[in-house]
């Protein structure tokens, strides 16, 4: 009887383990299938991308690629060793596995199985190419100074060195060794940019021209370039070759180039999914209607727009002087003539996002003129000056847009009103007004600086010494210039921001620029359109993007 008991409790017990199984497998069909409903669902909806890069690109070669209209094009074309994820985050892509020497020195990458748009492997030999040939100085690429960082790189693009001795090099077809002049905390950052990307090293030896026209254009990022009508627009399509393409949902980026109000107008006719900045622009008239809708999206990015003054002609070899200018602008009511949304006063160099302590004042007050007649009496007894009238002539040079004259107007007028000092206005140079070769010739240049990595140290290395190419001001600083050297070499990344922003204040402690304001991108968006990564950088990936049903 115990027996049949027992035999019979088995066989229950079998019984539903086999029912248990089949819920199981019941409710992964279901899930699966859920599953399989919404991918399909995503798949039937026209999932074709529309935006507007404004103009032609100067360039679709990745070396070449100095501009945002080009690197907008390039960043879905192309892929570097590293990219920015949807978090901000910089994730392998290229490269599968990243191995650093105990120095921090010697960068040794293993390349992924990928391959490029016209199903050729991609290999090591292609991203020592495309280096190599950005810093050789017959291609005259405006980004080769981004690869400074490597051994050799300056040197080889500055005619002092040659290839090679750059320390680029393939070891095989899988493995990329890079050696840096020093460590490079933030080098994986910069492998994420266009500059850094690979070249088809077999095709570009064949067609130097290759990144002129859309037939032998070939390039290994989600996206492939099929039609580029020259001035009119231009066509991506999802790159079957791409190694991660499971993760790619848009079929085809139509980017078309057309001025601000003609933006505009399309995206209210939903003739475009995106208006705005980084690759467009909403105008100050004509957005109204977004604004009054709470449609307009702002994102702070690393960037701002200054004036520098140049420290080796007088006045501005004065400290005092530096300031009183400085302090005497009223930012907040620049910030309205520009007309541009999101924007912030820059009340330090370096942008507020990149620095922990986010909602941090500032070095100095905006608009207080009190301080600044004080700063400036001060440096006009130091210089043996009575009174401004005395002043020798002061020339504000700017970019030729009708926005920037207008704020340098402004400004101007606030220099006359809060200080008593006359300002001369000029835009008739439309060359580099900034650069180390021309500090003589202005008194005080205007410059717009984007960073290129999330990090203070970009803003602040432009300082660094009198021999930084985009250091106008001619100053140099031996305790900024350590805090700085310490800070590259500094492991403990909290010690490292706390070094820096010490060089920060010792930058704005003597002035040798004036901050003006922060930038920021602002847009509308077609409301069903998802999953677009827009970095503090200012880059847009389209990678993960699509379209949602409402």
């Known amino acids: ?47 074709d991308l529309r935006i507007n890069i404004s103009k032609e690109p100067s360039t679709l070669h990745p070396g070449l690629a100095a501009d945002v209209t080009s690197g907008t094009v390039v960043l879905q074309t192309f892929e570097g060793l590293t990219r920015i994820d949807m978090w901000g985050q910089t994730v392998n892509a290229a490269a599968k596995v990243v191995k650093i020497s105990q120095d921090q020195k010697t960068y040794t990458f293993t390349l992924r199985d990928a391959k490029w748009s016209n199903g050729d492997p991609v290999v090591a030999k292609d991203f020592e190419f495309a280096w190599k040939w950005a810093l050789n100085p017959a ?43 020093e460590p490079t905390p933030n080098f994986l950052q910069l492998t994420a940019l266009p500059t850094y990307f690979p070249v088809n090293s077999k095709v570009a030896g064949k067609i130097p021209d290759w990144a002129n026209e859309s037939k032998d254009y070939i390039s290994n990022g989600a996206f492939k370039l099929v039609e580029w009508s020259h001035n009119n627009n231009i066509v991506l399509k999802k790159n079957e070759h791409y190694w991660d393409s499971n993760s790619v949902k848009l079929k085809t980026i139509t980017m078309f180039m057309v001025d601000p109000l003609t933006e505009i107008t399309m995206f209210d006719k939903s003739k475009l999914d995106w208006a705005g900045s980084p690759a467009g622009h909403l105008p100050k008239v004509g957005t109204e209607l977004f604004v009054d809708a709470k449609k307009i999206i702002s994102q702070p ?107 340098a107007q402004a400004i101007q007028k606030m220099w006359k009103e809060n200080l008593g000092v006359g300002v001369t206005v000029d835009h008739s140079n439309v060359g580099k007004q900034n650069g180390r070769a021309n500090i003589f010739d202005y008194e005080v240049p205007s410059m717009e600086w984007i960073g290129y990595y999330n990090d203070p140290f970009n803003f602040l290395n432009v300082y660094l010494d009198v021999k930084q190419d985009d250091n106008g001001t001619g100053w140099e600083n031996k305790e900024y210039k350590s805090l700085l050297k310490r800070a590259q070499t500094e492991a403990d990344q909290d010690k490292r921001l706390k070094l820096l922003k010490q060089a920060e204040g010792v930058l704005m402690d003597e002035m040798p620029v004036i901050p003006i304001y922060n930038y920021a991108n602002t847009w509308v968006q077609n409301k069903n359109l998802q999953g677009v990564a827009l970095s503090g950088l200012g880059h847009l990936q389209f990678k993960w993007a699509y379209f949602e049903e409402d």
């Open 1 to 47: 009887m115990k027996k049949n008991i027992i035999v019979i409790l088995s066989m229950l017990l079998i019984f539903s383990m086999f029912l248990s199984m089949a819920y199981v497998a019941l409710i992964g069909k279901d899930k699966n299938a859920a599953k399989s409903e919404e991918s399909q669902k995503r798949e039937s909806l026209k999932q």
């Open 139 to 181: 291609n005259h690429s405006e980004s080769a100074e981004k690869l400074y960082y490597i051994e050799g790189a300056e040197e080889f693009n500055k005619g002092k060195g040659s290839a090679d001795k750059v320390g680029i090099k393939a070891l095989n077809d899988k493995t990329l060794q890079v050696k840096l002049e």
């Open 301 to 407: 990015i690393t960037g701002h727009y200054i004036y520098q003054f140049n420290t080796g002609a007088v006045p501005f070899n004065n400290e005092n002087i530096r300031m009183a200018f400085a302090l005497s602008i009223n930012r907040q009511k620049l910030i309205g003539i520009v007309g541009e949304r999101g924007l912030s006063p820059a009340m330090g160099i370096v942008p507020p996002n990149l620095f922990p302590d986010k909602n941090k004042k500032g070095y100095f007050k905006d608009d207080d003129v009190e301080d600044a007649k004080k700063y400036l009496q001060k440096g006009l007894e130091e210089l043996g000056y009575h009174n401004a009238s005395e002043l020798p002539p002061i020339t504000l040079s700017v970019q030729t847009s009708d926005a920037y004259r207008n704020l």
